[in-house]
């Protein structure tokens, strides 16, 4: 397999100019084409342990970041992001053009790839089971998730989406970088000293954003599906003592399908898919403040 | 008036853990959150075990209210009465 990392940053600036870099992101094969060199480099960093794929392969995702040829291009340079040639979403400032790729595949993922059940969540795996994390923003999962990934020894699905194969309630992974926020980027930087992160972006609707590097032993492993072990909403509460409460197992399900993007047009599908998750992983409401703590707790998780 | 039917067309979709259950209404698309007892009401009304004596019994009303409420449940009219 010819990895990202095969390709020199000037290769890799070229190709992606030029007739576009096929990536394979776990289960997707994503066709991505820009003349913007933030994104080059990002991709290089990010990237540099993932499939290169024949500019022949079938593509699941057709992206473009191109630059608006607007009049105020010389002021306020911009930055848009085509799916299939179309203009789906406003312009960003050019210096968001690498996260506005991520925020782009998410969206693909979420909006498109109706064949699994998706829930907002991060999903990490250890001893084959795997932990979904739904939770709203703000509420520490992305960090809890790059923790758990970084130091915890858990293996990345995803930070974003858990996608639930409909067919057989096996967890599919989309290992991507994890997205960090605003504090969470200092507090990563200091809790995983070796984690590979993007420079900071700041002023996004999101406000600063940094992306770390999915661990390559979860980039290797993305073809491995996982059994759902349990669901737990996190949320970090400063200074507070760690809690975990026992959910009913119903309160799970109603509150897995709130997070949710697609179960609703799954209809009947994606009930049984849900049920499925509910009936294998039992729910637990989570409250942390020390990072230390909140991984033992998982590893208890993943021992018992 | 002669009592109470499931809406027709539902396949009801439902799991039930630990005295709670999830009902997946596919004619509305809404999921709902019941107790295991007005599952049970609910299903036992599809499989038509219940007379109109049983039903009159006030200890079920709140819970064929709270049916009703959800557009799981509707009257059942007395041949010769249309509703209106």
């Known amino acids: ?304 | 008036m002669s009592g109470w039917r499931i809406v027709s067309g539902q396949t009801l979709h439902h799991r039930c853990w630990d005295g709670m259950a999830v009902l997946y209404n596919d004619l509305s698309g809404a999921t709902h959150q019941l107790s295991e007892q007005a599952l049970a009401l609910l299903l036992d009304l599809r499989d038509d075990l219940l007379s109109s004596d049983d039903l009159a019994d006030p200890a079920l009303a709140d819970l064929l209210d709270n049916l009703r409420s959800l557009d799981l449940i509707e009257a059942r009219m007395a041949p010769g009465i249309e509703p209106v």
């Open chain 1, 1 to 304: 397999m010819t990895a990202v990392a095969s390709l020199s940053p000037a290769q890799l600036r070229a190709a992606l100019a030029g007739p576009g870099l096929t990536l394979g992101t776990g289960r997707f094969t994503t066709r991505l084409h820009s003349p913007i060199a933030s994104v080059a480099d990002s991709i290089g960093l990010l990237y540099a342990d993932y499939p290169l794929l024949d500019d022949t392969a079938f593509a699941d995702f057709h992206l473009q970041l191109t630059r608006p040829l607007t009049h105020r291009r010389w002021l306020k340079p911009q930055v848009t992001l085509l799916y299939d040639g179309r203009s789906l979403f406003r312009p960003l400032p050019l210096d968001q053009a690498y996260p506005m790729f991520e925020w782009g595949l998410n969206w693909c993922v979420s909006s498109r790839a109706n064949r699994y059940l998706i829930v907002h969540a991060a999903v990490v795996e250890k001893n084959g089971r795997a932990a979904i994390l739904p939770a709203p923003p703000g509420s520490g999962k992305s960090t809890l998730c790059a923790a758990l990934v970084g130091r915890g020894g858990w293996r990345l699905l995803s930070d974003e989406l858990t996608m639930v194969r409909l067919d057989d309630g096996l967890l599919v992974p989309l290992p991507r970088p994890v997205s960090l926020k605003n504090g969470a980027i200092d507090v990563i930087r200091a809790y995983v000293p070796d984690a590979t992160l993007s420079p900071p972006v700041t002023d996004t609707v999101k406000g600063t954003v940094a992306h770390m590097k999915a661990p390559g032993t979860s980039v290797a492993r993305a073809g491995e599906t996982a059994l759902p072990g349990w669901v737990i909403f996190p949320r970090y509460q400063a200074g507070a003592e760690l809690t975990a409460q026992p959910l009913a197992r119903a309160d799970t399900f109603m509150e897995l399908a709130a997070n949710c993007f697609n179960y609703s047009l799954l209809a009947a599908a994606g009930f049984e898919a849900l049920a499925g998750v509910v009936e294998s992983a039992p729910g637990w409401r989570f409250t942390y403040s020390v990072l230390d703590e909140a991984l033992a707790f998982f590893d208890g998780l993943a021992r018992s």
